[in-house]
């Protein structure tokens, strides 16, 4: 089931003799799934210029990213208030979805 983006997402590619770049916004959704291996992210924009992003994290890789999120959060003290709290939220549902 698809979400909406409520922010914005950038993703660059970028190839020896080639690059993209596209943006997704508000009008634009997401799909998260998850499997044995790994998780599934999907960002689609259907209006304008089309686009369709799409990756698989194995869990290993997945957890060393959000291991690296959370070092480099801690680092910082310029995350607004709204921010960390969303982050907070989603951590602790993470968190208490894998008990």
Do not use: C, W
Not at 23 to 39: K, L, P, Q
């Amino acid at each position: 089931m698809s979400k909406p983006i409520l922010d914005k997402a950038e993703v660059s590619i970028d190839f020896p003799d080639k690059f993209y770049h596209g943006s997704f916004s508000r009008s634009s959704r997401y799909d998260v799934e998850v499997d044995a291996e790994g998780v599934h992210i999907a960002l689609d924009r259907a209006e304008g210029e089309k686009r369709h992003v799409a990756f698989h994290l194995h869990h290993h890789l997945f957890s060393s990213i959000l291991d690296a999120v959370a070092e480099a959060i801690a680092t910082k003290n310029d995350l607004q208030e709204l921010d960390r709290e969303r982050l907070k939220e989603a951590a602790n549902k993470l968190a208490k979805s894998l008990e």
